[in-house]
């Protein structure tokens, strides 16, 4: 018999939504059988049956420190470029088998 992984961990929240539809289609249970966790946090995935776990990574943020990152670019166009950090943090949903 093939073992099944214990988790999955997709690259965004759609991808984990069609994961978790393709999953139960098939029998699998999340969390039961597996843990599944998106990236991205969109609004639409606290309300999957489960919720989904995801990552948040503050596209606000992001695009705000884009706008501020280039417009400082432009008015020092000599300088040495910048480098900012924005952390995700992780949204704990009912997607994710508690160990």
């Given amino acids: 018999t093939r073992s099944r992984p214990g ?23 999340v969390p039961q059988d597996l843990s599944l966790v998106g990236f991205d946090n969109l609004p639409e995935s606290q309300y999957l049956a489960p919720p989904l776990t995801t990552i948040d990574n503050h596209i606000d943020r992001c695009m705000q420190m884009a706008v501020e990152l ?15 950090v924005i952390e995700g943090s992780w949204v704990e949903r009912s997607s994710v088998r508690s160990v």
């Fill in 7 to 29: 988790a999955m961990v997709c690259h965004n929240d759609q991808v984990a939504m069609t994961a978790l539809s393709c999953l139960h289609q098939r029998g699998i249970r």
């Fill in 70 to 84: 280039l417009t400082w670019r432009l008015e020092n166009p000599r300088s040495k470029p910048r480098e900012e």
